[in-house]
């Protein structure tokens, strides 16, 4: 699109090879919060539950999670990275199969999104396994959804009014040519809920 000059902005997506206006949320920083939550609440064995798709968002969700278990000491094994489809049933019926063929290896999930975290809790109360008193779960995007589960759901927080507000006012920027900027950082938070 940059070759037909047609003015343009990604929101929460980044591809290098794409020569544009970038806003994302900070992905890194999410993952980090969400590992550091569940260490400090005494996790060693974290799965890292993500979707299967090779977007950005997770990988950089991912490098966070890793940063955090190295800086906590504590080794990563691949066996902690599930992927798998995101919808609902798929990740019910992957967690499901992993408890039956593994059983319960490790105390904490670490998930790319609240609708993955949200089936892995269903999973997991499926089993009989007490969320947050045997495992406990982090999700990603405080959709409404997760406060209102039971347990209710920590998560990582997106301002989604500032990523609209930032890239409305870099797109008009860049109709105007009065951009320079090629990426905007959003900030996250951590909302702390019953699931940790």
């Known amino acids: 699109m940059d070759s037909l000059n047609i003015p343009f902005v990604l929101v929460d997506r980044f591809y290098p090879e794409v020569k544009g206006c970038s806003v994302i949320v900070d992905h890194d920083e999410g993952g980090y919060l969400a590992a550091r939550e569940l260490i400090e609440k005494q996790c060693r064995s974290i799965l890292f539950l993500r979707d299967q798709k090779k977007a950005s968002t997770i990988r950089q969700r991912r490098s966070g999670y890793l940063e ?11 066996s902690w990275e599930i992927m798998t489809k995101s919808d609902y049933a798929s990740v019910f019926k992957t ?31 499926a089993q009989h396994i007490q969320v947050p008193d045997q495992v406990k779960i ?58 940790t």
């Open 68 to 78: 955090a278990l190295e800086e906590a000491g504590i080794a990563f094994q691949e």
């Open 95 to 125: 967690v499901t199969n992993l408890l039956m063929q593994k059983g319960c290896f490790f105390d904490g999930v670490f998930a790319t999104n609240d609708n993955m975290a949200l089936a892995c809790l269903h999973a997991l109360h």
């Open 138 to 195: 982090v999700g990603f995007d405080n959709v409404s959804i997760s406060q209102f589960c039971h347990p209710a759901l920590t998560t990582i927080t997106q301002n989604t009014e500032l990523m609209a507000e930032a890239a409305g006012d870099a797109l008009l920027k860049r109709i105007h040519h009065e951009l320079d900027k090629q990426e905007f950082i959003i900030p996250v938070s951590l909302c702390v809920r019953e699931s």
